[in-house]
Structures are given as structure tokens and as C-alpha cells.
């Protein structure tokens, strides 16, 4: 069993149907964000996150997004760590984008 996972920036954005990809709450999910960004929230949650910018996600083969590799932590599944980062993410845009 791998010791990571991969989260692509369509699995929290607020622009992508449950369908293409989206793997969180509408509510939560957020307009826009960047690699970077999802690397400085994972990292503030206390996993190690490392940028993959030349990936693209199979259900848009069209585009080179990129994802992020997540280093795997006992107990956290990658539901659960992808709620922890779409809320985390929506309250940093709340509170007026990136710091």
C-alpha cells in the first residue's frame, strides 16, 4: 500500500462537478486555488506536501494543473484530509486570499 496520496486542485474546486472530480462539499469547496497554495495549507495542517506541477489529472487530460503528493498519516484518510484542506482553504479566502 502506497505511503501517500494525490490531491489534484479539482478535488476542492467550488467550479467542478461531483461528476469531473470535485470530492468535497459544495459549501466548502473553493473558487480558485494553486498548487502552492495547497502545499502551504497541508503543510500547516502538519502533512508533508510536494508540488508536482507537470501531472494532469485523467479526467481532464486536456489540462497540466498538476497535483500534490500528500505523505500519508495513521489514522487520516484522504476524505477526511481533503475536508481538513477544503475548509482550510475556504477560511483563508474568507479572510482575504493568500498571506
Do not use: W
Not at 495542517?45 to 486536456?62: C, I, M, N
Amino acid at each position: 500500500m502506497p505511503d501517500h496520496f494525490f490531491v489534484y486542485p479539482a478535488y476542492v474546486s467550488r467550479g467542478t462537478t461531483r461528476a469531473l472530480g470535485r470530492r468535497v462539499a459544495q459549501p466548502v469547496a473553493v473558487a480558485e486555488t494553486t498548487l502552492e497554495e495547497i502545499v502551504e495549507v497541508a503543510q500547516s495542517l502538519g502533512f508533508t506536501a510536494t508540488s508536482e506541477p507537470d501531472k494532469q489529472y485523467p479526467r481532464a487530460v486536456h489540462a497540466y494543473a498538476g497535483r500534490v503528493r500528500i505523505a500519508k498519516k495513521a489514522g487520516v484518510t484522504k476524505t477526511a484530509f481533503l475536508r481538513q484542506l477544503a475548509t482550510a482553504l475556504s477560511q483563508r479566502h474568507a479572510e482575504g486570499g493568500k498571506r
